[in-house]
């Protein structure tokens, strides 16, 4: 039986499976109750051979135009400083279940991987028409299609929260040239279509007006697709022409990471430290040079430091199964009370002061053992894929 919450609206159009994100006071943000109804709703899709396409989408009801901008990072932050016992304290961050900062990333990540395997003739299409953060990214980026309108905002801004760009993010980040997986994810760039477009993280502009009829069509036509089509050895995607009928172009000049794209090569291409890219910036006495350094000046060094370390291994790792089982364990040493990240979400949600006081507040008192240490075993805690699915609602 699947479970349920309204912030998660599914409805079925013809063979076409259909998710709202229906979060609007959080901007569609994802807690661990929309994570476990997507789940159930997801895999039931999956298995479902009449299902020809999945498409995910947001509610217009916020008050921004958003996708989804993020996950409950508030609600992490409340869960690891609620146990003042030394008991409790020690056990948050070493992947133990029962506690929100090990069951959130657990059962968030399963799900990446779900969509991330999904059958590609049965593709998930995100419609990206507004703020697309995070946890968003997650739900997202790893589908078939994503569709970028001139309402799109996005970013993976968790260095600036004493966190690191995760939900599969080491892989697909790590696999972009030229620097600009290394620029995005230290920096957390806010990307707009052209940009998006222009990396391949997108795959399809299409104005906000038309999406509605977009599904539209999207539905009618799943109505002349055959079961058998949904075969997995099949190759059909009756999605794909559809979507590039009404997909427009634009032109590149638009795009800033287009624009500087050389200073990023030169700046961050190759380069195996943060402390490379912080001399290089230092040295530039362009304007892109300067912003850029002092962008990331105010993030966490902690936070540079592992999510450098965490693309550079991402990238060697084969799979996006790996690369999540290897950012659940550093999700989890993030979790641990004397982590950055609850100095980055007192400064940013909490106090709302916007001065985090990081510890340490210098890269060069960062140990090659400490970043070392955010990947380290988690033993019988450790992530898997196993009962993911139809048997979600057991976890």
Known sequence: MMRHTTKILPSRLANVGCVQLNNPTALHALDLDMIR?????????Q?????????????SESKKKSFCAGGDVKTLYLDGIKD??????????????GFYTSDFFREEFRLNHLIATQ?????????WDGIVMG??????????????????????????IGLFPDVGSTYWLSRLSGGLGEYIGLTGARLKASDLLYTGIGTHYIPSEKLKALVQVIVESSKQCDEGDN???SAVDFASGILKSFHEDIEHDSSFLAKYREDIEEFFAGKDTVEKIMIALEKSESEFGQSTLSTLQKMSPTSLKVTLDGMKRGRKLLDVGKCLQMEFRMAQKF???????????????IDKDFSPKWEPDVLEDIKEEDVESFFTTLEENELSFDDVGLNASKL
């Not at 298995?47 to 509610?59: E, G, H, P, V, W």
């Not at 409790?88 to 279940?97: D, F, L, T, V």
């Not at 997202?140 to 801004?157: C, D, Q, W």
């Open 335 to 349: 979790m641990r009370r004397d982590s950055d990240f609850y100095e980055g979400i007192r400064a940013l949600l």
């Open 231 to 233: 075969d997995p050895g």
């Open 84 to 97: 003042k016992g030394k008991i409790n304290k020690q056990k948050h961050g070493y992947g133990e279940k």
């Open 119 to 127: 059958k590609k003739n049965v593709p998930q299409i995100s419609l």
């Open 135 to 160: 946890g968003g990214v997650g739900i997202s980026v790893h589908g078939k299609y994503r569709i970028v309108t001139e309402n799109t905002l996005f970013a993976m801004p968790e260095t600036g």
């Open 37 to 45: 109804s997507l789940t159930d709703v997801v895999s039931t899709w």
């Open 47 to 59: 298995a479902d051979k009449s299902i020809r396409a999945i498409i995910f989408s947001a509610s």
